[in-house]
């Protein structure tokens, strides 16, 4: 009984849980000429209905010319406006008015003549402040975070870390198949961000839900000698080139720097592996405490998560497929 009602419970979290939800506001402030700048805005929308435009705030001196011009994007608003700044925008504050919950905004800055400026503003920091001089690390360092957080709140990225994890379950076998996978999703992302290959993003997240389905069967299969066990880095590598496409499309939502697309890319993937070590050595650090402290109840959890795992990823794959 405890095990159905677990069960239930996340059927019933399961659904909002969707795949790369990284879906921030993304803003572009660019110099035209002068004092001129063209300013561009996505905003996400959470529902059809929700069609209101809103606007980005602009730095003290500076302000629309005209009325915004406005189109309807796949699930987002897109913005365009002029805009005349009187005087220099530099030690000015940019930002986005309606950040609420875990909502960011990424904004790009790019004044003419001079590197691009590229920000992550959160409910917490709502704001950015434009910089006469940016650091050399600033994309760097915003890019990273930004990969950090894609992959600890991907939660399908997320859950098929943590099975691979369970199913391998040795220290040095693991980082054989975490590294097999890295190199997989490396090279797509790489890829598809490029503009060397791509697939629609849809059949990517029914493959990748699909994928996290297939990990959970073979954890439940137990000790029996399958591919998976034998050849953890095969799967991984195989499963991890999906995953790629689905980092591809989080990656295109939010957009990458002119000019700075290599040290976005890699910063991005860093900030991926980061994330990824955090989860395999809290992972492993779990298993190892209760195969320590409390060894009796060792496979009861591991069949719990299993079953756990098994039927998200096909709540996830039947969603997918029915959308």
């Known amino acids: 009984m405890r095990w159905l009602a677990a069960l239930l419970v996340l059927l019933l979290f399961a659904g909002p849980a969707a795949a790369d939800e990284l879906r921030p506001v993304s803003i572009q402030f660019e110099q035209s000429v002068g ?110 975070r930004i990969g950090v957080i894609h992959i600890l709140e991907g939660w399908d990225h997320l859950l098929f870390v943590i099975a691979l994890v369970l199913l391998v379950a040795r220290p040095w076998p693991v980082v054989k198949a975490a590294t097999a996978f890295t190199v997989a999703h490396s090279l797509t992302l790489a890829a598809v961000t490029l503009g060397v290959t791509g697939l629609p993003q849809r059949p990517v997240e029914v493959l990748i839900a699909l994928s996290i389905v297939f990990l959970a069967v073979e954890l439940a299969k137990g000790e029996r000698e399958t591919l998976a066990r034998r050849l953890p880095w095969v799967v991984a590598f195989v499963f991890g080139l999906l995953h790629g496409f689905g980092f591809a499309g989080a990656l295109r939502e939010i957009g990458l720097p002119e000019g700075e697309v290599p040290a976005a890319l890699v910063s991005f993937n860093l900030g991926v592996e980061t994330g990824q070590l955090l989860i395999i050595a809290a992972v492993l650090g779990l298993r190892a405490l209760v195969e320590r402290f409390a060894p009796t109840v060792e496979q009861a959890m591991l069949r719990i998560a299993t079953y756990a795992i098994g039927v998200t990823g096909a709540f996830w794959l039947i969603e997918r497929i029915a959308a």
């Open 35 to 144: 004092q001129q700048w063209r300013l561009s805005w996505k905003q996400p929308l959470s529902s059809p209905a929700d069609d209101e435009l809103l606007v980005p705030t602009l730095p003290r001196g500076c302000r629309m010319v005209g009325q915004p011009a406005r189109d309807l994007a796949a699930l987002a608003l897109v913005g365009r406006a002029n805009v005349a700044c009187a005087g220099h925008v530099e030690g000015g504050e940019i930002g986005w008015p309606a950040l609420a919950g875990n909502a960011d905004a990424i904004v790009r800055i790019a004044p003419a003549g001079r590197p691009v400026q590229v920000y992550r503003l959160t409910t917490e920091a709502p704001t950015a402040r434009i910089a006469a001089k940016p650091e050399s690390a600033q994309v760097w360092r915003s890019y990273f």
